[in-house]
Structures are given as structure tokens and as C-alpha cells.
């Protein structure tokens, strides 16, 4: 059977649709991963995703869990429909050749993942900042002997003055802080996502010519997004970390990559590696469980069957 061609336009827009419901659904948790993964020893505020949201509601009020989520909702469109459609792109080329191997598919989610820290650098470092905000002015609160003696406290900046912060003060570069963390996170994510889930959705087809039912596409999403989400945290915490620009006094800063993972080790053993592990799967498993539904029910290629048609 000749290959399918791939309608971009359609996959960029069922990228967008899948990242805007996704994150709207799970953004809470992915606030709480963020301010788990941010907590060093000494300043521990939280004890888990449950009690970090518990005080978040208590200190900043319902809204507060989603500080940041206009960022995400803004950015996490050109986020999810490059992945998505870079993916199927580079499936679709690697496997004119002949059939695709493992190996090929690793190959394709290796280039969508690459593709997609574009996005996604920006869109994170901006996130994060907004995310931590609440931790940190808590923090003073309730743990003031994290703070510096003589420290004032500032209002939450917005992220168009944090943007407008690093442009002033590093350039464009500003925003892209923590880039290496954020491709050895995102490439090999999509390197494990990509290839696992097409092989899962595969297994529920009732036959190999039509597509799995959306139920099978759901669940496949779920499972291959929470293993790829556990596998790679420990970069995601390293991420997190770079990125944050304001920490309380008794917490560590990092001059890179290797630094950060130095001083963790040193100061809080291994299993810091594995902070907000089980809040990231929560959050990666029904985002990409939604994406690959959407995808996959096909709603950009029915949205753009209402525009008309050119002529050939």
C-alpha cells in the first residue's frame, strides 16, 4: 500500500487542540512536580503532590495552582503540534525505504524531540519561574529562616516582565537557559515515547490495515508517556533546577549541567533524581493519552475539511 500523505496543517492543529486540553487538565500537578523537583534540603515545604496543593489552595487560592498556565496554554500549541507533526514527518520519510524498525522509529522521535526544545526551552523557563513564585514567597512565610536577613518582599513578576528581563539583561539566549538539560530530557523522551507507543496501539488493532479504536490510542498514550515521563525525571530535576532563576538563601545555584548533578548527589543523595517522578507520569500520561486521541480521531483533518478546496 502507497504511503499516506501526511497533511501537516492537520497535524499541527490536532497538536494544538491535544496540548491545550491536556493542560488544562493536569496543569495542578504539573505545578506541584515543579515545586517538588525545586525543594532542596533545609527548605522542604512540601512532603508530596497532595499536601504542595493542599497549601497552595490555602496560600494563593484555587487560581493559584494554575500560575503559569497561560504561558503553557500560549506556548504549549507550537510545543505539542511540532513534536507531534515532526514525528509523523520523520516517520513517514524513514519508512519509504522499507519497513520501520525500531531503530527508525527511535530515529524519529530522536528528530521530533530535537525539534520541539525550540518551543519548549522558552516556554519552561518561563513556566518555571512563574510556578516556583508561590513556593518561594510561602517560604517566607512560613519558613522565614530560609531567607536572607534583609530580603523585601516583591510581588509575583509576570512572565511578559521576566521575558523582558532576560532580553534586557542576557539577549535571546536569556530565554533559552538550560537548553543541554532540556535536550537531554526532551530527545530521549520521544526516543522512548514515540516507538513504544506506536508499537502498544498497534497491539489493539483489529486489523493491520485500519486504526486502533480511540479507547486503545488512549490508553497506549497513557502507558508509553508515564514510562518515557519516569524515565528520563532525573533530567527533568537537573532542568528544573538550571532554569529556576530565584532561590531562597540556604539553597544551592548551579553553573551547569554537570555542577547541578554534582552538588545534588553531594548534598541530597540519589533519590533527589527522582523528585516529582510520580507528578510528572500523572501529568505526561493523560496529556499524551488526550494528544494521541485527538490525533488520532483525526479532528484537524474534519476541521479543515470545512475550508474550501482549490481547483487542481
Known amino acids: 500500500m502507497a504511503d499516506k500523505q501526511i497533511s501537516l496543517p492537520a497535524k499541527l492543529i490536532n497538536g494544538g487542540i491535544a496540548g491545550i486540553v491536556g493542560v488544562t487538565c493536569v496543569f495542578p500537578i504539573d505545578l506541584a512536580k515543579t515545586r517538588l523537583q525545586n525543594q532542596q534540603n533545609g527548605s522542604r515545604l512540601y512532603t508530596s503532590m497532595s499536601d504542595c496543593l493542599i497549601k497552595t489552595i490555602r496560600s494563593e487560592g484555587y487560581f ?100 523582558r528581563q532576560l532580553l534586557r539583561e542576557k539577549g535571546i539566549a536569556g530565554l533559552y537557559k538550560g537548553l543541554s538539560a532540556t535536550l537531554l530530557r526532551d530527545v530521549p523522551f520521544s526516543v522512548i515515547y514515540f ?64 555542577d547541578c548533578i554534582r552538588k545534588i548527589m553531594r548534598n541530597e543523595g540519589p533519590s533527589a533524581f527522582l523528585k516529582g517522578a510520580y507528578c510528572r507520569a500523572l501529568v505526561i500520561a493523560p496529556l499524551f493519552g488526550i494528544a494521541q486521541v485527538v490525533y488520532f480521531l483525526g479532528v484537524g483533518e474534519y476541521i479543515l475539511s470545512f475550508l474550501p478546496k482549490k481547483n487542481n
Open 64 to 163: 493559584g495552582m494554575y500560575r503559569g498556565a497561560a504561558v503553557n496554554l500560549t506556548l504549549v500549541t507550537p510545543e505539542k503540534a511540532i513534536k507531534l507533526a515532526a514525528n509523523d514527518f520523520f516517520r513517514h520519510h524513514l519508512s519509504k525505504d522499507g519497513k520501520l524498525t525500531l531503530v527508525k522509529e527511535m530515529l524519529a522521535g530522536c528528530g521530533a524531540g530535537t525539534c520541539q526544545v525550540i518551543v519548549t526551552t522558552p516556554m519552561e523557563m518561563l513556566k518555571i519561574q512563574l510556578q516556583d513564585a508561590g513556593r518561594l514567597a510561602a517560604q517566607r512565610k512560613l519558613m522565614p529562616e530560609t531567607v536572607a536577613a534583609g530580603t523585601v518582599e516583591t510581588k509575583s513578576p509576570t512572565a511578559m516582565q521576566i521575558t
Open 195 to 258: 516507538p513504544l507507543f506506536a508499537n502498544l496501539n498497534n497491539l489493539g488493532k483489529k486489523d493491520a490495515e485500519g486504526p486502533a479504536p480511540f479507547y486503545v490510542s488512549f490508553i497506549s498514550g497513557c502507558v508509553a508517556g508515564s514510562t518515557a515521563a519516569v524515565a528520563v525525571n532525573p533530567v527533568d530535576v537537573i532542568k528544573t533546577r538550571l532554569q529556576s532563576l530565584t532561590r531562597g538563601s540556604t539553597e544551592d545555584t548551579y553553573s551547569g549541567v554537570i
